[in-house]
């Protein structure tokens, strides 16, 4: 691995930036020190006033394959997570066939990656109904931790876990201190909104209504509370819910949240009808509601954003129709991670090390990862990112890597550009070309 020296006016550190440079030597970062420190021989990058953050860690991707690389895949998904200077990817148990609920599917997803693992990819492993036997396996096998649905997931092959499921499972996850990740919604029958106009944006809000999360979340906070069981509420778009996840973190209680920038980001009144690409579940809503998630972020309440990047061929997202009813609920957003979240909070007043601690650090803990990701610090993994905070682009659908270009984020005018990618001191991504490809690792703890 190369011996190599990075140099900024702004480098991210966890209490904020300052000029420095960047000693790497075999993939780790061995030393910070001064701008101007004299490094001999080493090969130096100066990067000016352009900023170097830690590599991006998005623990909440669906990457689909195998079985549904027609609707994403190893190779693109890797490809436009260097884009978008996102160096670990976690990957979500389902939407791939087979799902990751045992070992065998484990290996057949990892598998898959070969030769095409352009990032650092882990995995989650999945719960449902009658596999807890292959809990412990998979925990054997190297999953990061585990993900279970409270409704119905979408994929009828991963279907959701009741309480008598999280019961079997969550003693296991206690004794091991890995993370039960949990899609909170606790949906009861709804069909009446299925008779008005399935293209009305407020028609499909209101089918998916924030009494679905609070019910799940008070639930998930009960079992939490009796198992001492890492916790992980995923993608949470319901304010009403913040109080009691406050609470139950102020009584020590071993959960962490994490929402989405398509909630911080778009409101649902600023959606029109028939505007499918927006549909994701839970719904994006009112901007009322999505400035106390706002809130909530900033007093670290909620812990990090992730895409929940989870993208369909286009005609599963009824473009043409404009029918929430059957559009596939999804959002595909993963290149654009980090100028997403950077346009909407430098408006509030947020930081490039609030950048790093809400897409880098926090979410490298929940992976087990903290030790070795997600910081500029000596001793943690040469995963960098070069930024200009300042550039502005135009979302289009040539510039996305991702295998199919839907995106409500198209149009879009977003400040801030990932010029490089750097994997372990590797330069992989040189904006607008990859440097370097297949140099991703599996990611375990």
């Known amino acids: 691995m190369p011996r190599i020296a990075l140099r900024s006016q702004r480098v991210v550190v966890p209490n904020g930036e300052r000029p420095a440079t960047i000693l790497v030597e075999n993939g780790l970062i061995t030393e910070l020190l001064t701008h101007d420190a004299d490094v001999g021989d080493v090969p130096l990058h100066d990067v000016g006033h352009r900023a170097i953050l830690p590599g991006l860690v998005d623990p909440h991707v669906h990457i689909n394959e195998p079985g549904r690389t027609n609707w994403e895949g190893f190779d693109t998904a890797t490809r436009a997570a260097l884009a978008g200077g996102l160096t670990s990817l976690v990957d979500m148990p389902l939407n791939s066939a087979p799902v990751t609920t045992s070992v065998a599917s484990l290996r057949l997803k990892q598998a898959a990656t070969q030769g095409q693992l352009h990032t650092n990819v882990g995995f989650w492993g999945g719960v449902v109904p009658g596999n807890a036997a292959d809990i412990e396996p998979l925990i054997a096998a190297g999953v990061l931790g585990f993900k279970a649905f409270l409704t119905h997931s979408g994929i009828d092959d991963f279907p959701n876990a009741t309480e008598a499921d999280l019961r079997l499972v969550m003693p296991l996850l206690a004794r091991h201190r890995l993370p039960l990740l949990v899609h909170a919604e606790l949906s009861e029958p709804n069909d009446e909104w299925l008779l008005h106009d399935r293209r009305s944006y407020a028609n ?66 600023d959606i029109t009808d ?172």
């Open 204 to 269: 499909y809000l209101a089918s998916r209504p924030k009494s679905w999360e609070d019910n799940a979340i008070n639930l998930i906070i009960r079992l939490c509370e009796e198992f001492d069981c890492p916790t992980h509420i995923v993608h949470l778009s319901s304010a009403n819910s913040i109080a009691p996840i406050a609470a139950a973190k102020a009584r020590g209680l071993p959960l962490t949240v994490e929402t989405g920038q398509h909630y911080l980001y778009f409101n649902a009144e």
């Open 274 to 445: 028939g505007q499918t690409q927006f549909k994701c579940a839970p719904p994006i809503r009112e901007r009322a509601n999505n400035e106390q998630l706002w809130a909530a972020l900033q007093a670290g309440i909620i812990d990090f954003v992730a895409t929940d990047h989870s993208p369909a061929p286009p005609d599963l997202k009824q473009l043409v129709s404009g029918d929430f009813a059957s559009a596939w609920g999804g959002i595909a957003s993963l290149q654009l991670a980090l100028p997403v979240l950077w346009t909407a909070a430098r408006r509030r007043g947020a930081t490039l090390a609030d950048m790093a601690r809400w897409l880098s650090q926090n979410p490298a803990r929940l992976a087990g990862l903290s030790q070795k990701k997600g910081q500029i610090a000596p001793g943690f993994d040469a995963d960098l990112l070069v930024f200009d905070a300042e550039k502005t682009f135009v979302v289009t659908a040539d510039l996305l890597q991702h295998k199919h270009k839907v995106s409500p984020y198209i149009c879009q005018e977003l400040t801030g550009v990932v010029e490089q990618t750097f994997l372990k001191g590797t330069p992989v991504y040189d904006r607008p070309a990859f440097a370097r490809l297949n140099h991703g690792e599996f990611l375990t703890r």
